[in-house]
C-alpha cells in the first residue's frame, strides 16, 4: 500500500515537472482494495483494469519499474513504452481506459476459461460511472446466462469523472446487478482488516460456484480524476482524508516499522526513477 501510494506521489511530482506523456489517474485513497483483492487470488487468476490501474498493476505484478518506464515512454516499459499506464499488458494483467468495452473483454476471457475447464478466475475493475455504459448491462446478462467465473469489483468513489453519484446514477448499483440474477455484496471501507475478509469470501464464491459476484466497495479518490481537474470542495476532501487507507496500518504494525517500510520503498523508488531516467525513449517507428 505504501508503494502505490508513494509512487502516484513520485508520478504527481514528475508530471508537475513536465516529465510525463498523457495523462495521470491515481489511485491515492483507493490502496486497500487493490492489496487485499490480489492477496486473495492464484497467479494464473487474471486481472482487468481501467484508466486508474497503477494501483491494480503494482498490487498484482510489483513492477514499479516497468510500469514507469511505459510511462514515461522508454522502450523498457512493459509494452515497450507506447502504451501508457492506461494499455498495459503483463503476465495476467491488462488495462485499457474503455470502461464499459473491459467488462465485455473480461467476459470473454471468463467464457475462455470455464470453456478450458481451468481453475481460473476473472477479475474486473470498474467504477460507479461505468454503469451509465450499456455494454455493462449487455455483459452481465450473458455472464450471468453462461454462469462465467467473473468477479466485478466495483470501486465507487462517488463522482463519474466530475459527476457526483447522485446526479448520475439512478437506483443503487446493487439492484442493478441482481437485477441479472447475480450475487453481490457491498461495503464501505478503506480498512485492510475489512476488506481482506470480504474479497476472501467473493474469490471463493467465483471460484468454487463457477458464477459471476459482484463486490461494491464504496471509496473515496483523494486527488483529482485527472492531474488537477478537481471541482469537489475542499472540506470534502479534507473529510475523506480522515479516513484514508494508510491510517490503518499503524493500528495493526509498530510505528518504528512503518518508518522502515517507508525508508526502503523511498530508496527503491529513488533506484527505479534513475534507471529509468537512463532509458532509452521509445521508437515511434
Same mark, same amino acid.
Given at each position: 500500500?505504501?508503494?502505490?501510494? +508513494?509512487?502516484?506521489?513520485?508520478?504527481?511530482?514528475?508530471?508537475?515537472?513536465?516529465?510525463?506523456?498523457? $495523462?495521470?489517474?491515481? !489511485?491515492?485513497?483507493?490502496? /486497500?482494495?487493490?492489496?487485499?483483492?490480489?492477496?486473495?487470488? *492464484?497467479?494464473?487468476?487474471?486481472?482487468?483494469?481501467? &484508466?486508474?490501474? &497503477?494501483? &491494480?498493476?503494482?498490487?498484482?505484478?510489483?513492477?514499479?519499474?516497468?510500469?514507469?518506464?511505459? =510511462?514515461?515512454?522508454?522502450? @523498457?516499459?512493459?509494452?515497450?513504452?507506447?502504451?501508457?499506464?492506461?494499455?498495459?499488458?503483463?503476465?495476467?494483467?491488462?488495462?485499457?481506459?474503455?470502461?464499459?468495452?473491459?467488462?465485455?473483454?473480461?467476459?470473454?476471457? /471468463?467464457?475462455?476459461?470455464?470453456?478450458?475447464?481451468?481453475?481460473?478466475?476473472?477479475?474486473?475493475?470498474?467504477?460507479?460511472?461505468?454503469?451509465?455504459?450499456?455494454?455493462?448491462?449487455?455483459? #452481465?446478462?450473458?455472464?450471468?446466462?453462461?454462469?462465467?467465473?467473473?468477479?466485478?469489483?466495483?470501486?465507487?468513489?462517488? !463522482?463519474?469523472?466530475?459527476?457526483?453519484?447522485?446526479?448520475?446514477?439512478?437506483?443503487?448499483?446493487?439492484?442493478?446487478?441482481? /437485477?441479472?440474477?447475480?450475487?453481490?455484496?457491498?461495503?464501505?471501507?478503506?480498512?485492510?482488516?475489512?476488506?481482506?475478509? =470480504?474479497?476472501?469470501? /467473493?474469490?471463493? !464464491?467465483?471460484?468454487? *460456484?463457477? +458464477?459471476?459476484?459482484?463486490?461494491?466497495?464504496?471509496?473515496?479518490?483523494?486527488?483529482? &480524476?485527472?492531474?488537477?481537474?478537481?471541482?469537489?470542495?475542499? +472540506?470534502?476532501?479534507?473529510?475523506?482524508?480522515?479516513?484514508?487507507?494508510?491510517?490503518?496500518?499503524?493500528?495493526?504494525?509498530?510505528?518504528? *516499522?512503518?518508518?522502515?517500510? +517507508?525508508?526502503?520503498?523511498?530508496?527503491? #523508488? @529513488?533506484?527505479?526513477?534513475? @534507471?529509468? *531516467?537512463?532509458? @532509452? !525513449?521509445?521508437?515511434? $517507428?
Amino acid at each position: 500500500m505504501l508503494l502505490i501510494r +508513494k509512487f502516484e506521489e513520485m508520478l504527481l511530482e514528475l508530471f508537475s515537472k513536465g516529465e510525463l506523456f498523457g $495523462t495521470t489517474h491515481t !489511485y491515492v485513497g483507493q490502496e /486497500a482494495i487493490a492489496v487485499s483483492l490480489v492477496e486473495n487470488i *492464484k497467479p494464473d487468476d487474471i486481472i482487468f483494469s481501467n &484508466h486508474r490501474c &497503477h494501483g &491494480h498493476f503494482l498490487a498484482k505484478e510489483d513492477d514499479p519499474e516497468g510500469l514507469l518506464a511505459e =510511462i514515461m515512454g522508454r522502450e @523498457k516499459g512493459v509494452c515497450g513504452g507506447r502504451g501508457g499506464s492506461q494499455h498495459l499488458q503483463k503476465n495476467n494483467f491488462y488495462s485499457n481506459g474503455i470502461q464499459g468495452g473491459i467488462v465485455a473483454n473480461s467476459l470473454g476471457m /471468463a467464457f475462455v476459461e470455464k470453456y478450458n475447464n481451468t481453475n481460473n478466475i476473472v477479475i474486473t475493475f470498474i467504477g460507479d460511472g461505468t454503469w451509465g455504459e450499456g455494454i455493462v448491462y449487455e455483459s #452481465l446478462n450473458m455472464a450471468s446466462l453462461l454462469s462465467v467465473p467473473l468477479l466485478l469489483v466495483v470501486e465507487n468513489n462517488m !463522482y463519474a469523472q466530475s459527476t457526483p453519484i447522485e446526479l448520475n446514477l439512478a437506483g443503487t448499483i446493487l439492484q442493478r446487478a441482481q /437485477a441479472f440474477g447475480i450475487s453481490c455484496d457491498e461495503i464501505s471501507s478503506n480498512n485492510f482488516s475489512e476488506l481482506y475478509p =470480504i474479497f476472501n469470501a /467473493a474469490v471463493k !464464491y467465483v471460484r468454487t *460456484k463457477k +458464477k459471476p459476484f459482484v463486490q461494491i466497495i464504496n471509496t473515496y479518490r483523494l486527488n483529482a &480524476h485527472s492531474k488537477g481537474d478537481d471541482d469537489r470542495s475542499e +472540506k470534502e476532501i479534507l473529510k475523506n482524508w480522515e479516513n484514508e487507507p494508510l491510517q490503518y496500518i499503524e493500528k495493526n504494525i509498530t510505528h518504528s *516499522k512503518v518508518s522502515e517500510i +517507508k525508508r526502503s520503498v523511498d530508496k527503491r #523508488l @529513488k533506484s527505479v526513477l534513475d @534507471k529509468v *531516467k537512463e532509458m @532509452k !525513449y521509445a521508437s515511434l $517507428t
